[in-house]
């Protein structure tokens, strides 16, 4: 496997950068823009995702980075459960629903393979690497 250099390579965050945009799109329907409280939620859910991957990878090491990992998946799942509310209210339609719950589960399972592959790789970190390795970008 290849190394990664910056959070943006990370697919689970490229994943969501894209439902987070699509997020941002369907709160601004007339009838969402308007539910202040569910609309708030959703996109807060939606942008803890990628700011839990990218603050998990810089802090350098897998432990942390699976922590903030965990956190990132549990937005997802709440960004699912939020999901059948702004159904249920007519602010999206069943389309819309299925596409955007589809994304977010597949977030879901990036994250989990991601996961168990740090769980089980020999790798730490960045933070954990001596000398000029530990200096590298």
């Known amino acids: 496997m290849a190394s990664i250099q910056r959070f943006e390579e990370i697919e689970a965050w490229q994943k969501s950068r ?13 009838k969402f823009a308007r539910d202040f409280t569910l609309k708030d939620q959703i996109k807060r859910a939606a942008i803890s995702i ?6 998990g990878f810089e802090r350098g090491g897998n432990r942390e980075f699976i922590q903030f990992l965990a956190i990132a ?3 997802a799942s709440e960004l699912k459960s939020q999901l059948y509310p702004a159904l249920d209210a007519g602010y999206i339609d069943q ?3 299925d596409e955007l719950y589809q994304l ?3 977030i879901v399972l990036l994250i989990s393979g991601f996961m ?4 089980q790789s020999e790798l730490r970190g960045r933070k954990f690497k001596t000398g000029n390795e530990a200096q590298q970008p």
Not at 18 to 30: G, S, V
Not at 50 to 55: D, L, P
Not at 116 to 119: F, I, N
Request: positive net charge; glycine residues 4%.
């Open 104 to 106: 977010a589960h597949s």
């Open 18 to 30: 894209e439902l987070t945009r699509r997020i941002y799109q369907i709160t601004l329907k007339e």
């Open 95 to 97: 389309k819309e629903f």
């Open 116 to 119: 168990k592959y740090l769980q």
């Open 50 to 55: 990628t700011s839990n991957i990218a603050e």
């Open 73 to 75: 998946k549990g937005s």
